[in-house]
């Protein structure tokens, strides 16, 4: 049974503590390179010296020394330690650094004297966003199946152990080299318990991720919250590229309305009561439009995605039931996560850092042709007596004088920042719009032109994106029927929130959903 290794009875957690916790320094390992880049901190790979183990270094981020050890590497520990699942990240132990640290080159770094608290995982070969972003990544609907079933179990097994992770995402999803998928970053992860649902912050999950009911305001919330992200994920492996891009939380709002239709008391029973429902309510009908825009999926996976994608929590499917859903143990099946192909390793960071890399030679190779201009390679060269048209100038440049397109801004475009806030997200440009249809003059998907709630409880959203100023035409650009994105179509392929999508190169590609 695909749920069967995730059960675990309720507050049975392994609280064994290693001999090692704490007590061992950071120069037993040797760092070799930094993986990734958090809002809490550095991540490098390294290397045990005593065993050669490669593993993970988070370094904890203590940058405002008066608030004491970040409460989100607190609750991180706590709860890492408390969950032990093939599907889990594993947390092998803290150590630290007493006195200055070592910069890059090995010197003792001026800024860093105050010593560090570093957490050990287990090291993981990619996390999903990087590794659909290699070049030439096509998922097969085995491999879907193999990873969605891997998510949903690490996740069910987190949610009977009363822990939400709140933040599901496709940088928080860990696979190694043999096609294991962990559940990684409980930064923003808490307890929860079922009898006594007490007030939560509604300011967690990555905006493209996050539920309804959190951006309307609710503090009540559990399990569900999880199952939305997944919902998104899911549909981002199907489509190809993410399916709620929003900028900022009412755009967020309007492309989740636009697709899953608007909230009532009919298929929402209590929404009215939630705190900024009536700040948000769209002022105009709004179907639900999951089943057309998406009928070219299989139909069991569309059946599971409605259900993960249920505007309404209480009806939202549950990771144990999505377990048992028809979508994995109908044909074809998922696949053994060994068979899945290797590659090298493919970090969100080490990517997006390569695209920059890539577009800072391209502007170096642009400023240089302007500081030497050459005759345009394309273009029959311009006859000059005895001038011959300067071919390659520098290794930089290719044969055809030009360089590889770069799709767009770096994935998942967003600074890093705090994972809630505007800040972080993307900046700019996700409008399109469904590519068959116009919701002529919609002029933001119709939210009430009311008074936002004030700042303090309320959503501190700010005023772009919403009425009067709410992106025109959507944004969530659906290729219905066509899961190919022709260049240049709504989607336009770069200037959007993110060039690339999470599943794989570009968005031009095409992905292996389709039977
Ligand atoms: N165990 C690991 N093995 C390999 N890479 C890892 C590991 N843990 C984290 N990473 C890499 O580092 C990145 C950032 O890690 P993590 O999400 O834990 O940090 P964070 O500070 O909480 O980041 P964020 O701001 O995205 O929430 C991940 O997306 C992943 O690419």
Redesign the pocket.
């Known amino acids: 049974m695909a749920a069967a290794g995730a059960l675990a009875a309720p507050g049975q957690l392994n609280l064994t503590e290693s001999p090692y916790w704490g007590s061992r320094s950071v120069d037993c390992f040797e760092k070799l390179e930094q993986?990734?880049e958090?809002?809490?901190?550095q991540?490098y790979m390294a290397r045990e010296i005593k065993t050669g183990e490669i593993v993970?270094l988070?370094k904890i981020r203590m940058d405002n020394e008066r608030e004491g050890f970040p409460i989100t590497a607190i609750r991180e520990i706590k709860i890492l330690k408390k969950l032990h699942h093939e599907n889990v990240?594993k947390l092998k132990e803290i150590v630290t650094s007493q006195g200055p640290e070592k910069d890059d080159l090995g010197k003792p770094d001026d800024n860093k004297y105050k010593g560090g608290i570093y957490m050990v995982?287990?090291?993981?070969d990619h996390?999903l966003t990087?590794l659909a972003d290699r070049p030439g990544i096509r998922f097969t609907v085995p491999q879907i199946k193999c990873y969605m079933r891997q998510l949903l179990t690490g996740l069910h097994y987190c949610h009977i152990n009363q822990v939400l992770h709140r933040?599901i995402k496709g940088?928080?999803l860990?696979i190694d080299n043999e096609g294991n998928l962990k559940l990684?970053?409980f930064?923003l992860a808490r307890s929860f318990s079922n009898e006594h649902q007490s007030n939560l912050t509604n300011r967690v999950i990555t905006l493209w991720y996050r539920p309804p009911e959190l951006l309307l305001g609710s503090t009540k919330y559990g399990p569900a919250v999880d199952m939305w992200s997944v919902g998104c994920i899911f549909a981002e492996l199907l489509h190809g590229k993410p399916i709620f891009p929003g900028k900022d939380e009412p755009e967020q709002l309007n492309k989740i309305f636009e697709l899953c239709g608007a909230p009532d008391e009919v298929n929402w029973p209590g929404v009215s009561k939630i705190p900024w429902y009536n700040n948000f309510k769209p002022t105009r009908p709004m179907k639900r439009r999951l089943r057309e825009v998406f009928r070219h999926f299989d139909r069991h996976a569309l059946e599971l995605l409605e259900r993960m994608l249920a505007l309404d929590p209480a009806q939202r499917i549950s990771a144990k039931d999505a377990l048992d859903a028809e979508y994995f143990w109908t044909d074809p099946p998922p696949c053994d996560p060994k068979s899945l192909p290797k590659y090298e390793s493919s970090?969100?960071?080490q990517t997006k850092k390569k695209r920059q890399q890539q577009r800072q030679h391209e502007e170096n190779a642009k400023r240089q042709k302007l500081q030497h201009p050459q005759p345009h390679s394309r273009l029959p060269p311009i006859q000059q007596s005895g001038a011959r048209p300067q071919m390659r100038t520098g290794p930089n440049q290719s044969m055809h004088g030009s360089q590889p397109p770069v799709t767009g801004p770096g994935h998942y475009g967003r600074p890093?920042g705090p994972?809630v806030g505007p800040g972080r997200y993307p900046s700019s440009g996700t409008s399109g719009g469904y590519n068959h249809q116009s919701h002529g003059g919609q002029g933001g998907g119709g939210y009430g032109s009311g008074p936002y709630p004030p700042q303090g409880r309320a959503p501190p959203y700010p005023s772009s994106g919403m009425p009067g100023g709410a992106p025109r035409g959507g944004g969530s650009g659906y290729g219905v029927g066509a899961p190919n994105y022709p260049p240049g179509g709504p989607y336009g392929g770069s200037g959007a929130g993110r060039g690339s999508n999470m599943m794989g190169g570009n968005r031009n590609q095409q992905y292996g959903w389709q039977q």
């Open positions: 993986i990734g958090g809002t809490y901190g991540v993970a988070k990240i995982f287990e090291y993981m996390d990087g933040d940088s928080n860990l990684a970053d930064g970090h969100e960071f890093r994972p």
